[in-house]
């Protein structure tokens, strides 16, 4: 068994040869677990060996390591009971029995019966849901035992991330080599990179890594090699320097310690290493010892050791097990007590956070992103309240440099999605700027399977009492905007019948909306003919929300009284804008307020706008970053308003409430299928005709 121990570590004495394949990558898990469900359906389904991947958090069958909750304890903590598994029994034997509570190793990770649930996956097709469930029967771990049926798998179902992010990639056993990838959902393929490769460091966690490291180097001092000794020295002397750039000292206490000038700012990468004063050392070296040391790892255990009664945290050995749990138990209740009680400093939350999760793991994230050229990235400084709050942050704005790696290894890339319009961007920042031939690239678009008389797509240039709807940062507040969104709403739930869902821009503007409709009375109006849902905040209460909103439509439809169903009040780019799908009755009727733009004060924009304006060159006479911004707003536009076309036979009206959508360079970034049926209304009256004969139409059709 040691043996085969030693061999799984050693993988390049079981190379295996990968044979041609496709891998398969979309966003999220469900819409992985919906893909592969196709897949069993199809006459394909028989003769393809699958294997679906993903992370921990979906697929560890350990139950005391599943507890944990957050994906970083989890990784952390798997990762530490592989470490129990493979040191020599000697060592655990010259601990003694006080250790032997933290040596546990996991049950599921067993070589025979891996290979056993790797040749089970392999049999028959099995979704992420099925493969946990083979996982616990088996008594294998399905996230190893999954790696290991890469080679001879015909299709590789896999997240984003996995295929994405280079490191993951190999850690996985991913070979893209003369492969065929087909990235689906690729609306925000651009965004996706660029949110894998930035990574933020908090000054807390430079603090624990630096308190961590050090007592790790004093207490192994006498055991270390000096070309060890001097890697970790200075990795110490790193995190020194990035949180004196804070303004803060490392051997203080991150949460007690004020900064003086806080606020944001932006750096290149030469700069920032420059005032630093660490462009004397090879971080690529750092980065390689990082990845053979595995010492990230070894830092289980050591604990914070700063004076002030917030931190002090015994360290002796019964304790330390004890400490972990309490630190745990500690996050947990702060979590939930956070909103209620202001009393607890976030920061002291935080640090319990991060304190059982290793903080070295992400700040090797951050010494990587360092080496990138410095024209692909920015860093950005964030000071506020205490050391322990500010940050530092690596901005990737080249998102082609990590894309290059995957389109020069791929046979064939395909770069799929409902809703890709506008596809400028991926030609010009992803294709043309990772050095792809432009006859290399194919467009292909086809329109809906919905037949045209289904939608009905208007752009509303005024509202019912002549008021022209105009939603800019200037305008929207006015009192006048938001009682003819009202008026507007009004009208439209007398004669569009189950729900409609009604898109606001921003959180914070569909909150003043409907504090000024409740002050008014108009809200109470509203609620005679739909019941008012909103979007909530926190991810965890969306099904519920759903739920009930859909079981208020249901219901009307067959009392049939003067309610006639819902109204739903949601956020561009919130969590009903996404991958929900409004179908049939759920959503009769889409509005868009306003239009989208991101936040152009955002520094992270700014400079994304700076970089493109440099490196990019001017289409049609408009500047690189004023295309960006349309085409973050009309991205956004597109993929709210196609939530409610989901099949065949569904129908609804898209209403968008603004003016400016009528310009041709905003219209013609509308998705083709909805351009070619749209009709420009510059007064309210021929709207509502239009919508009250296509929905009674439809009902009479029904």
Do not use: W
């Given at each position: 068994m040691q043996q085969r121990g030693r061999l799984e570590e050693d993988d390049d004495d079981l190379e295996e040869e990968h044979v041609t394949k496709i891998y398969y990558c979309s966003r999220t898990h469900s819409q992985l677990s919906q893909f592969v469900r196709e897949v069993q359906k199809s006459p394909f389904g028989k003769d393809t060996r699958l294997v679906s991947l993903g992370s921990?958090?979906?697929?560890?069958?350990?139950?005391?390591?599943?507890?944990?909750?957050?994906?970083?304890?989890?990784?952390?903590?798997?990762?530490?009971?592989?470490?129990?598994?493979?040191?020599?029994?000697?060592?655990?034997?010259?601990?003694?029995?006080?250790?032997?509570?933290?040596?546990?190793?996991?049950?599921?990770?067993?070589?025979?019966?891996?290979?056993?649930?790797?040749?089970?996956?392999?049999?028959?097709?099995?979704?992420?849901?099925?493969?946990?469930?083979?996982?616990?029967?088996?008594?294998?771990?399905?996230?190893?035992?999954?790696?290991?049926?890469?080679?001879?798998?015909?299709?590789?179902?896999?997240?984003?991330?996995?295929?994405?992010?280079?490191?993951?990639?190999?850690?996985?056993?991913?070979?893209?080599?003369?492969?065929?990838?087909?990235?689906?959902?690729?609306?925000?393929?651009?965004?996706?990179?660029?949110?894998?490769?930035?990574?933020?460091v908090s000054g807390a966690q430079l603090c624990c890594a630096h308190s961590q490291l050090s007592q790790y180097m004093e207490r192994y001092r006498k055991r270390l090699k000096a070309k060890n000794l001097m890697y970790i020295k200075q990795i110490l002397y790193l995190l020194e320097r990035f949180v004196a750039m804070l303004g803060g000292n490392v051997n203080q206490n991150p949460s007690c310690q004020a900064v003086s000038q806080t606020g944001t700012v932006l750096k290149s990468i030469n700069d920032f290493l420059f005032q630093s004063q660490i462009d004397n050392i090879n971080l690529f070296k750092v980065q390689r010892y990082c990845e053979k040391s595995l010492i990230s790892r070894k830092l289980f255990g050591f604990v914070e050791r700063y004076g002030g009664p917030g931190t002090a945290v015994k360290t002796n050995k019964e304790n330390q097990k004890l400490a972990g749990l309490q630190n745990f138990l500690l996050t947990l209740q702060q979590g939930s007590d956070k909103e209620g009680a202001p009393q607890i400093p976030p920061v002291e939350a935080e640090n319990d956070q991060l304190r059982t999760a290793s903080p070295l793991m992400q700040i090797e994230g951050f010494l990587s992103a360092l080496t990138n050229a410095n024209q692909d990235g920015r860093v950005i400084l964030s000071r506020q309240g205490t050391v322990g709050q500010s940050s530092l942050k690596f901005l990737l704005l080249n998102p082609a440099v990590h894309f290059a790696k995957v389109v020069e290894e791929c046979r064939a890339v395909i770069i799929a999605g409902g809703t890709m319009q506008p596809v400028a961007d991926f030609r010009e920042q992803l294709l043309s700027c990772a050095g792809m031939d432009p006859a290399r690239v194919v467009e292909f678009s086809c329109g809906h399977v919905i037949p045209p008389e289904n939608i009905l797509p208007i752009i509303l240039c005024s509202g019912p009492s002549n008021q022209q709807l105009e939603f800019t940062y200037q305008t929207r507040d006015l009192p006048q905007m938001m009682d003819e969104t009202g008026r507007i709403l009004c009208n439209l739930c007398n004669v569009v019948p189950g729900g409609v869902v009604c898109f606001f821009p921003s959180y914070e503007y569909e909150k003043q909306v409907y504090a000024h409709w409740e002050k008014t009375g108009l809200l109470t109006r509203l609620a005679t003919k739909k019941k008012i849902f909103q979007e909530p905040k926190k991810a965890n209460q969306v099904e519920q929300v759903l739920v009930e909103y859909a079981k208020c439509i249901k219901r009307c439809s067959q009392a049939g009284g003067q309610m006639t169903g819902a109204l739903l009040l949601s956020v561009v780019g919130g969590k009903m804008s996404e991958g929900i799908n409004f179908s049939d009755d759920l959503g009769r009727c889409v509005i868009m307020v306003g239009m989208p733009y991101p936040n152009i004060k955002s520094p992270e924009l700014q400079e994304k706008m700076t970089w493109l304006d440099k490196t990019m060159p001017r289409a049609a006479g408009e500047a690189p970053s004023r295309v960006l911004i349309e085409n973050l707003c009309m991205k956004a536009v597109n993929q709210s308003i196609g939530r409610a076309i989901r099949h065949q036979k569904d129908f609804a009206s898209i209403l968008l409430l603004d003016h400016r959508y009528t310009r041709p360079a905003i219209f013609n970034k509308l998705p083709q299928w909805i351009r070619d049926r749209t009709q420009v209304k510059p007064a309210f009256g021929s709207a509502f005709a239009e919508l009250r004969k296509f929905h009674r139409g439809k009902s009479d059709a029904l």
């Open positions: 921990r958090q979906n697929l560890c069958v350990n139950e005391e390591v599943r507890r944990l909750g957050a994906l970083p304890l989890i990784n952390d903590r798997c990762m530490e009971m592989q470490k129990n598994k493979h040191e020599k029994k000697s060592d655990e034997e010259s601990e003694g029995k006080k250790r032997r509570a933290s040596r546990t190793v996991c049950p599921f990770y067993s070589y025979e019966q891996m290979q056993f649930l790797r040749d089970e996956v392999l049999v028959e097709v099995k979704d992420i849901e099925q493969l946990v469930a083979l996982g616990r029967e088996t008594k294998a771990c399905p996230y190893y035992g999954s790696r290991y049926a890469i080679p001879a798998a015909q299709l590789v179902v896999l997240p984003y991330q996995m295929l994405l992010h280079e490191p993951t990639r190999s850690a996985a056993g991913i070979k893209l080599k003369d492969q065929v990838v087909i990235i689906d959902e690729a609306h925000n393929l651009i965004d996706t990179i660029t949110c894998i490769h930035s990574v933020e």
